[in-house]
């Protein structure tokens, strides 16, 4: 267990750069993830964000791409255009949670 | 390599999947493994070949079956496996847990896959084993291509065959 540094925010995250608690996320963490994976965040970027976070608040865990991309107006190849290093891990990551546990 | 975290693993940023079988059941788990691999940002590529083209054809993509004769792992009795009616059932058993687990059938996973940015290849000598033509495959396949040209897109990938 570590913890980074995002601006003024300090935050609990795993050995691979997951948040560990989810509550200590803001936005600018996750504008400060987004750089180090060389993402400048859009209003498209927060349609995912804000929709992941609301969803894993609901389902108790974060959504895959795919519940992600039939529940938003986000279609599957904007989602790789919006995260082209890996939406599945990414759009969690730059949320404040872990890795979804899908494999879709 | 870095993969999407940002952390270096050491593994090539790339996969090479062959989908040999053309089953139900054996058309899936090379589709995920390319799936999950692009939802990394890891760069994929399947190349179908032999019963694997099934799932790259048109006429054929929506009506795999589940492989139940000779499977030493089917859940019935081996002399039940290949009674009429028997396969149709196995295939629509599977199939309704597929769709109960909110998982997609096959031609929306290789839609997803050629929107996620994965390169879809058929084997030239299987289409020509089967007599099929660039118009039989769905239109997501990028290009038909031989074994040599298959290493060369390959290079430095870790490569799967199912």
Same mark, same amino acid.
């Given at each position: 267990?570590?913890?980074?540094? #995002? /601006? /003024?925010?300090?935050?609990?995250?795993?050995?691979?750069?997951?948040?560990?608690?989810?509550?200590?996320?803001?936005?600018?963490?996750?504008?400060?993830?987004?750089?180090?994976?060389?993402?400048?965040?859009?209003?498209?970027?927060?349609?995912?964000?804000?929709?992941?976070?609301?969803?894993?608040?609901?389902?108790?865990?974060?959504?895959?791409?795919?519940?992600?991309?039939?529940?938003?107006?986000?279609?599957?190849?904007?989602? #790789?255009?919006?995260?082209?290093?890996?939406?599945?891990?990414?759009?969690?990551?730059?949320?404040? #949670?872990?890795?979804?546990?899908?494999?879709? | 390599?870095?993969?999407?975290?940002?952390?270096?693993? =050491?593994?090539?940023?790339?996969?090479?999947?062959?989908?040999?079988? =053309?089953?139900?059941? %054996?058309?899936?788990?090379?589709?995920?493994?390319?799936?999950?691999?692009?939802? %990394?940002?890891?760069?994929?590529?399947?190349?179908? !070949?032999?019963? @694997? +083209?099934?799932? *790259?054809?048109?006429?054929?993509?929506?009506?795999?079956?589940? @492989?139940?004769? @000779?499977?030493?792992?089917?859940?019935?009795?081996? %002399?039940?496996?290949?009674?009429? =009616?028997?396969?149709?059932?196995? !295939?629509?058993?599977?199939?309704?847990?597929?769709? =109960? +687990?909110? *998982?997609?059938?096959?031609?929306?996973?290789?839609?997803?896959?050629?929107?996620? @940015?994965?390169?879809?290849?058929?084997?030239?000598?299987?289409?020509? %084993?089967?007599?099929?033509?660039?118009?039989?495959?769905?239109?997501?396949?990028?290009?038909?291509?031989?074994?040599?040209?298959?290493?060369?897109?390959?290079?430095?990938?870790?490569?799967?065959?199912?």
């Amino acid at each position: 267990m570590a913890e980074k540094t #995002y /601006g /003024g925010s300090t935050v609990s995250v795993d050995a691979d750069g997951f948040m560990t608690d989810s509550g200590q996320w803001n936005k600018e963490v996750a504008e400060g993830m987004a750089a180090e994976v060389e993402i400048t965040l859009t209003d498209r970027h927060w349609v995912v964000l804000d929709f992941v976070r609301q969803d894993a608040v609901d389902q108790g865990e974060p959504p895959g791409v795919r519940r992600i991309t039939k529940l938003t107006d986000v279609s599957m190849k904007e989602i #790789y255009q919006l995260f082209p290093k890996g939406p599945g891990i990414l759009a969690s990551k730059l949320a404040g #949670y872990g890795k979804p546990q899908g494999c879709v | 390599m870095t993969d999407g975290n940002g952390n270096d693993h =050491g593994m090539p940023r790339k996969v090479a999947i062959i989908c040999s079988k =053309g089953s139900l059941d %054996m058309a899936y788990p090379g589709l995920i493994l390319a799936n999950a691999a692009r939802m %990394m940002g890891i760069d994929a590529m399947v190349f179908f !070949t032999f019963w @694997g +083209l099934d799932i *790259i054809t048109e006429k054929k993509v929506d009506k795999l079956k589940a @492989g139940m004769v @000779g499977n030493p792992s089917a859940p019935l009795p081996h %002399m039940l496996a290949g009674l009429p =009616g028997m396969e149709t059932f196995a !295939t629509s058993m599977m199939k309704k847990k597929i769709q =109960g +687990l909110d *998982i997609p059938d096959i031609r929306e996973l290789v839609e997803t896959l050629d929107a996620a @940015g994965t390169d879809l290849y058929a084997c030239k000598m299987a289409m020509d %084993m089967f007599g099929l033509e660039r118009k039989d495959l769905i239109p997501e396949v990028k290009e038909v291509i031989g074994a040599m040209d298959f290493f060369q897109h390959a290079e430095g990938a870790q490569t799967f065959f199912i």
